[in-house]
């Protein structure tokens, strides 16, 4: 900001007491209360920042009166800038970006400049969530029995299970350790084996202590009775291989942390970033020398916009966009169009948030949100919870719109106390939004902004509901799921499409598995997961998952053992108050046991089938099914061999592994037969809204936030061992296959280059609607036949040391070969789908990766055509770095989702759009032609730009350069680019 003597907005300044202190802030309403109170409060954040950051250079005082006139110019596209106040990474996205700004500080240097400027400027929080992996998932045997038991608190006994994060308890300190263990006697740690003192040295000191005396419990069983139950649990074992994978990455991330200023690292085992940012990092008000303002943020995830359940306005971007925030300079966005959702009616009892928000995701979907803000409103908002509203802002990508926000409310200020904030940071927030015309009643109808558009639900028409089997938005009332699924069977391929032919549609597969025989038909479910940051930060219903597993033990019922269950909690908040209520032990002997802190089944680290469990989909070609309480369930990103996925609540996950098939009616049909015989329905184990909110007001206490994330940054012992250079430039090792310096910037010059038609470009892949960036963007295991796979071998590793491509994203050489790798791919060039290509010199079919090298020795350009939504899905830069390094100069495409488009321009990449009506198809075009595009340096927003091919045909197509800012990246062959010349 600038001094207060020389900022345009000075005037605006104003002075507030909050109990003994003094603030300042930039009062909105003196611009003009009336205008203000009409502007949907996501867009009064816009204001206040713009306002804040006018220099006169980034941000103009033209650009504050562009927000200011919101109504009259929503719908003109205009230009405006935004300066977040921090940056959110996770590490699949963050690691790349640690890379570029390792490797810029490279360029900087080599250019002749100041390597160590190459910092983030704004504060940068880096979780560390997506690398754990479900190679374990039941513990075998269960070790619930036999956990080292410490007196709880609250009365009775305290199962303590292993987990980094796990709380240690809110009177920890006060403890004194026992001395006996409860069910083995005496035993000091000296009389401990020699291997099992090793393990102990290494655990951190501030854990439980077993009662064998000063050994620590909270990151590991006990030894002793690890020892006796013959191997460690499924947290373990997932822990220790996620370290063991993925140490360089992790020494990488230390080095970061140590060498980039203005760079928190939360390191892995704490949950999920969302969850840690919605519990923990989310500042809600920025204190900044006195200076009020809210928080507000960009992150390298697209469900970054879970935060809006909060009240903070934030989004996903690129990793380069995210770059370029770190870096200073401000986001350029188009004015957006503010949707109103009014919220109105009560849930019925038996009815989830997640039923709300896959109902809301759908709506959404057919109104047409995509590069809009969302703002929810009205009476019904009241009803919801600040879990509820997360839960909907967090699947905002997959209804397209830019954010999906709540304004604060006294809510919000009790979810704040909820979860341990400080008492004196929460009267600054809620007296500084009072203040400037940000805290919102939402009984208050009187209050309500205008908005472009208003939508609405009635929460009381909000049935139990699904998602599937391959997109997030194709809803399915639980009551029609048997029906839908065996449409699904017989329908021709496409999202709701498997064409199965009808003699086939009967297909069994019998198997043995651990020495009892079962049957797999299509529909069976192979793997259910309570997974992924869209309701793993919900306390009702992660305890209604938790309460049905109760009810389900005690009626006698059990989960087929080959069943791929799993827990992975989103921070150990949950793991705590799950625990506090008693639900963990049915929740384990239902096979959900927790398996790891992070995003891991949703992400597609699922791990391993059983080998007799994938040998019988294979063998019968079944289409078999993942249901997971995530929210992406795209082809190909669950699990190769399930080619139906659903997305569901974590009790309707528990329900479904119960029944072991989609292929069932709830009402019609039983989960099981019960101790007593008696066949025992869905119906009959739910547990009512009453007994889950009682549960959650006696067991979600402020004391379990306050303990957990009291202790984030400090790490386990195995994150604190790690030694990582100290140095300011990254000393970069050849011989790594996990982090290398990418080539963005080995051929670049002080000077601009000049901007020259692409001319006589092929087309690499010719793609139809909906290709998403987990088409595009490496994802998911490294297939053994892949180009990736061979490029590892190549370099002496075996096919068990691949792991993931989301683990080598630091590394181009294998992104560039996972580079449109997705099985499920579908190029028009060829019949089948799958990661193949033609060459067009030869008319020979290969791998993408090969195919482009081979016009790359040719200096040929190549250019993708795609139809509707090109790049939908999560904000994965690789999805632009990766054609990037292809060869890829061009896309032309019937529309782009927003944060994708954004990724092409930053790198560099001509985005192109086909007029209104037109596509490939009814341009006669094949792919097959060689394409010329009519570029030059006096290109404008929006412009129209001539295609030529080499049969005489032409077209015309939209230059997607939206902005002047646009524009100036592409000039400078991307974003980064520009930065360093910035820098220079």
Not at 741 to 752: G, I, L, N, R
Request: with cysteine; net charge negative.
């Amino acid at each position: 900001m600038e001094t207060e003597t020389d900022h345009p907005f000075k005037s605006l300044l104003k002075e507030v007491t909050i109990g003994d202190e003094t603030y300042k802030f930039f009062n909105t309403a003196q611009l003009g209360k009336d205008i203000i109170d009409q502007l949907p409060y996501s867009v009064r954040i816009l204001l206040e920042s713009a306002i804040r950051n006018c220099d006169n250079f980034h941000i103009l005082p033209g650009d504050v009166t562009k927000v200011l006139k919101w109504k009259e110019l929503q719908k003109e596209e205009g230009e405006i800038p935004f300066r977040p106040a921090r940056v959110i990474l996770q590490d699949f996205t963050g690691v790349p970006t640690v890379v570029d700004f390792a490797s810029m500080r490279d360029a900087v240097k080599r250019l002749g400049g100041d390597p160590e400027k190459i910092n983030p400027v704004c504060q940068t929080d880096l979780v560390i969530d997506h690398s754990v992996q479900v190679d374990v998932s039941r513990s075998t045997p269960s070790l619930q029995s036999n956990l080292c038991q410490t007196p709880n608190p609250g009365g009775g006994n305290m199962h303590v299970t292993a987990g980094d994060a796990a709380p240690q308890g809110p009177q920890r300190a006060a403890r004194t350790p026992a001395t006996t263990c409860s069910s083995k006697g005496t035993l000091p740690l000296s009389s401990l084996s020699s291997s099992t003192s090793s393990l102990a040295s290494s655990m951190p000191s501030s854990c439980y202590t077993c009662s064998h005396g000063q050994f620590p419990v909270i990151h590991t069983t006990c030894p002793f009775h690890a020892q006796q139950t013959k191997g460690a649990d499924a947290l373990q074992q997932n822990q220790e291989l996620e370290f063991e994978r993925n140490k360089e990455r992790f020494q990488f991330c230390k080095w970061g942390a140590q060498a980039l200023k203005n760079m928190l690292i939360v390191p892995p085992g704490c949950g999920i970033v969302h969850q840690v940012n919605l519990e923990y990092l989310a500042r809600v008000v920025f204190v900044d020398n006195g200076l009020l303002y809210p928080d507000s943020l960009v992150g390298t995830d697209s469900h970054t916009t879970m935060i809006n359940g909060l009240g903070v306005l934030g989004w996903g971007v690129g990793g380069i966009e995210a770059e370029a925030v770190m870096l200073g300079q401000a986001l350029s966005m188009v004015l957006p169009q503010v949707v109103g959702y009014k919220i109105t009616g009560s849930l019925h009892p038996l009815v989830t948030s997640t039923d709300v928000v896959l109902t809301i995701t759908k709506h959404l979907r057919q109104v047409g949100v995509v590069g809009k803000f969302v703002e929810f409103f009205g009476p019904g908002v009241a009803n919801l919870s600040i879990a509820d509203r997360a839960t909907i802002s967090n699947m905002c990508p997959e209804y397209g719109a830019t954010t999906g926000f709540f304004p604060i409310d006294e809510k919000t200020i009790e979810y704040l106390r909820q979860t341990g904030r400080d008492e004196k940071k929460i009267s600054i927030i809620k007296e500084y939004l009072k203040a400037n015309s940000l805290f919102r009643d939402y009984l208050n109808e009187a209050g309500d902004p205008h908005y472009s558009e208003v939508v609405h639900l009635d929460l009381s028409t909000v049935v139990p509901c699904c998602s599937g089997p391959k997109r997030p938005h194709d809803k399915v009332a639980v009551s029609e799921m048997k029906d839908d699924f065996n449409k699904c069977l017989t329908n021709k391929i496409g999202f709701k499409g498997l064409a199965i032919p009808p003699e086939k549609l009967n297909t069994t597969v019998p198997f043995v598995f651990e020495n009892q025989e079962y049957t797999l038909t299509h529909g069976s479910v192979v793997i259910a997961a309570i997974t992924s940051c869209t309701n793993t930060s919900n306390p009702s219903v992660m305890l209604g998952a938790g309460l049905l597993a109760k009810n389900a033990v005690e009626a006698g019922l059990k989960v087929a053992p080959y069943i791929k269950t799993s827990l992975s909690p989103g921070s150990g908040v949950v793991t705590y108050y799950l625990r506090e209520s008693g639900v963990t032990t049915y929740l384990e002997q239902l096979g959900f046991n927790i398996v790891g802190y992070g995003c891991m089944t949703c992400i597609g680290n699922s791990g391993p089938l059983p080998d007799e469990v994938s040998e019988a989909i294979e063998k019968g070609d079944l289409v078999v099914c993942g249901i997971l309480s995530g929210n992406r369930n795209f082809e190909g990103r669950i699990h190769p061999l399930t080619r139906a996925n659903y997305l569901a609540s974590p009790p309707l996950v528990i329900a479904y592994a119960l029944a072991g098939t989609v292929d069932v009616d709830f009402e019609k049909d039983p989960l099981g037969t019960g101790s007593d015989g008696k066949p025992i329905f869905l119906r009959d184990i739910w547990p009512s809204r009453e007994e889950i909110q009682a549960v959650e007001k006696e067991f979600v206490v402020p004391s379990m936030f306050q303990d957990v994330y009291s202790r984030i940054t400090q790490g386990t012992t195995r994150w604190n061992s790690l030694e990582a250079p100290d140095s300011s430039l990254y000393p970069w090792d050849e011989k790594s296959t996990y982090i290398k310096s990418p080539p963005f910037f080995d051929t670049m010059e002080k000077e601009v280059p000049e901007v020259k038609p692409i001319v006589n470009a092929a087309v690499l892949l010719n793609f139809g609607d909906s290709i998403t960036t987990d088409h595009i963007s490496p994802a998911g295991s490294i297939a053994r036949n892949s180009p990736a796979a061979k490029y590892l071998a190549s370099r002496g590793l075996v096919p068990r040391e691949f792991n993931s491509y989301g683990s080598r994203r630091g590394h181009d050489e294998i992104m560039a070969r996972g580079t449109f790798a997705n099985i499920r791919l579908v190029n028009k060039f060829l019949s089948k789908p799958g990661p193949r290509t033609l060459y067009h010199p030869t008319g020979e079919e290969m791998d993408i990766f090969d195919a482009a090298q081979l016009y790359k020795q040719s200096n040929c350009p190549l250019v993708i055509l795609a139809g509707k939504e090109y790049g939908s899905g999560s904000s994965r830069d690789w999805a632009a770095k990766g054609p990037w390094i292809l060869g890829v100069r061009v896309v032309i495409a019937e529309s782009y989702e927003r944060i994708h488009r954004s990724n092409l321009v930053g790198m560099g990449i001509v985005p192109l759009q086909y007029l209104e009506g037109q596509n490939a198809d009814s341009l006669g075009i094949t792919g097959k032609e060689k394409f010329t595009i009519k570029l030059s340096s006096d290109l404008q927003p929006g412009q129209i730009i001539t295609v030529e091919l080499d049969n005489g045909k032409s077209f015309q197509a939209k230059l997607r350069f939206d902005t002047e800012v646009d524009l100036t990246y592409f000039r400078n062959g991307g974003i980064l680019n520009y930065m360093i010349r910035k820098m220079l």
